[in-house]
């Protein structure tokens, strides 16, 4: 039997839920539903009450409901489902998750969804969806679906939307039920050794984007050979989040962190930035990582008229229609060189620094537009004044990041590095 649970605010959208457990019914579909709104009366009979949500948050509903707070139970009611769909997940109850809202329902339903292991689908129809969804998905893998009007009744505009997420939604579920693919970190073990399908490889993170990827894709296949799984993260943002959430977890036996641009957004206003924690966890956890400043030679801002008119004057460059770059100076590189030292400076595991000393990406190999040495060279002295009197290795290679030499050499030492720390 294959089991969808629903999850929603049966008061503000109770016959849209209605309407989605009806749909299910006629696939094949046994249906679950959990009531999280608070004040108003839910539309529909709920199978999880709203008072058992706000128990299993430690909450009494009647106290939340007299108290008036809208933020304190939203709050409340999505740490209640999380706790009800991780039960129901762990009692068998639950194949896949679908839930729909604005802003407040979202908030609730991704707050429970994050909770299940990846791989257990998860679909949320939201009007947030065409915006920033980087607070409600995290570093989980949901589905988010823009509704495209409000989630206000159920119109010509609205069903066919719906529609859709019925049918995604019991398509993937009747595919977990039939053979369960989920995977927790813990269920990986630590360093990253076991799990669904690993075969006893341990896992290495590594990180890319469109202009590192003949260098690490070289490291990549290094590993492969070298006896481990290589999980790739694209420096998006999103990505290195990912990377450090799963690293601070113990999840990998060490991390090729080759691709940067992340850190050089954080500084300098770019639009895919990670966060000032990028690159910390790795060296927090004593993991072995080997780190170059792969595309640090750019700043990624939005399509090209939307790009700050303080950088306009530099070389911009069209990424894609979404994204435009602009070449680091040497003043900034120099600022990334330092924080870069500071970083690694923290490490409390085996680290050391590739340097490519003929480019940091496509742009800035030779014969490409962004190939500036005296600007990268300005970030490796930084590098290495910063580093001066550390336990970090710096390894300079005379050649640009992109160069498959220059991968396997990555790799290579960071095979050398895990060998070393288990001995």
Not at 100 to 113: D, V
Not at 164 to 179: E, H, L, P, R, S
Request: charged content about 20%; overall charge negative.
């Amino acid at each position: 039997m294959t089991i969808v649970v629903l999850v929603g605010t049966l008061d503000t959208k109770g016959l849209e839920y209605g309407w989605l457990r009806e749909r299910l019914l006629l696939r094949g579909v046994e249906v679950v539903v959990v009531d999280t709104g608070v004040i108003g009366s839910p539309r529909i009979p709920a199978d999880v009450s709203r008072a058992e949500v706000a128990r299993a948050a430690g909450v009494d509903l009647e106290r939340l409901r007299a108290e008036g707070d809208r933020g304190a139970a939203v709050t409340t009611m999505a740490r209640g489902a999380a706790e009800v769909v991780r039960r129901l997940y762990a009692e068998g109850r639950l194949h896949g998750v679908l839930a729909l809202g604005g802003s407040g329902g979202t908030s609730i339903a991704t707050r429970a969804m994050r909770e299940l292991p990846l791989g257990v689908p998860k679909v949320m129809v939201s009007s947030m969806a065409a915006g920033d969804v980087s607070p409600y998905v995290g570093s989980a893998d949901i589905t988010m679906m823009y509704s495209v009007v409000d989630i206000a009744g159920v119109n010509r505009l609205s069903a066919p939307i719906l529609a859709n997420a019925v049918d995604a939604v019991a398509g993937m579920a009747k595919g977990f039920a039939a053979a369960p693919r989920a995977v927790r970190p813990a269920e990986l073990g630590e360093g990253g050794s076991g799990g669904p399908d690993a075969g006893e490889r341990p896992l290495i993170a590594a990180s890319m984007a469109g202009v590192t990827t003949s260098g690490v894709d070289a490291a990549r296949e290094r590993m492969t050979e070298h006896g481990y799984e290589v999980l790739v993260f694209h420096a998006s943002g999103t990505g290195g989040r990912t990377l450090e959430s799963l690293a601070d977890r113990r999840l990998f036996a060490g991390t090729l962190d080759l691709t940067l641009c992340e850190l050089a957004d954080e500084l300098f206003g770019g639009i895919l930035t990670a966060g000032p924690d990028r690159l910390l966890a790795a060296g927090r956890r004593g993991v072995p990582q080997v780190v170059s400043p792969g595309a640090l030679d750019l700043v990624k801002f939005g399509p090209l008229d939307t790009v700050p008119a303080r950088v306009r004057d530099r070389d911009v460059r069209v990424h894609n229609p979404s994204i435009s770059v602009v070449r680091t100076t040497a003043r900034e590189c120099a600022e990334l060189g330092a924080l870069l030292a500071a970083k690694l400076r923290a490490a409390t595991g085996p680290t050391a620094v590739c340097l490519p000393l003929r480019g940091l990406s496509t742009l800035g190999a030779p014969g490409g537009p962004y190939h500036d040495p005296a600007a990268d060279e300005a970030l490796f002295a930084a590098l290495r004044d910063g580093l001066r009197g550390s336990a970090v290795d710096i390894v300079e290679i005379d050649t640009h990041l992109n160069d498959p030499s220059f991968g396997r050499a990555a790799a290579d030492l960071l095979q050398r590095l895990i060998a070393d720390a288990s001995e």
